[in-house]
């Protein structure tokens, strides 16, 4: 095999969801359909690395230095909604239920990967929640060890604001059932339980 479809193999393989057969089988299919597939794909690759950016103030990926959605006059700026990345926040606005602001972080906080405050945009997050007339600011973490101890982090930093801190519900999907929940999602559901209002 030449060296540069083994490169392109190697790196293929290094996307999530990817390992070296899956890898190997994108490469065939897209050498079997170039033109069709692998010569747009290649130019897509290169249009999006040279134009996308990270918004300089929630850190959503867009053409502009402002994206499109802190650019918009109609979302509610009283609103910051926190997510780990921007793949979070692309769920978010794929469900179409919130209308406030974002903020990324870049992750969250993992002392056995290394990854402390610094390296995170809770400063920033701090500086927005101060001066941008925020009322609330919705911790939309993962229900992880990481999630959770980032958001107690950022809930104890924002301690001191006159704003809501709040965060995400966690505990049964909609239409889950009882014999497939994993024990953490059974037992959060059964803490955060509510009253039926009758």
Known sequence: MHESLENLIRKLGH?????????????LFLLKNR????????AELHDVANKVRACIECGNLDISNQC??????????????????????????????????????GGTLSALDGRGPEDLYIDR???RASTDGTQEVILALSATVDGQTTAY?????????PLDITRLAHGMPV???????DDGTLAQALRARAKLES
């Open 15 to 27: 996307l999530p969801g990817l390992g070296p057969r899956s890898a190997r089988r994108a490469v």
């Open 35 to 42: 033109e069709r597939l692998m010569l747009p794909l290649s």
């Open 68 to 105: 499109s959605i802190c650019g918009d006059i109609r979302r509610d700026r009283s609103r910051i909604c926190v997510v780990e990345d921007v793949g979070d926040l692309w769920a978010m606005e794929r469900a179409a239920v919130y209308r406030g602001l974002y903020h990324v972080l």
């Open 125 to 127: 997050l701090i500086r």
């Open 153 to 161: 982090y950022i809930s104890e930093k924002l301690a001191e604001l």
């Open 175 to 181: 239409g889950g059932e009882l014999d497939y929940l």
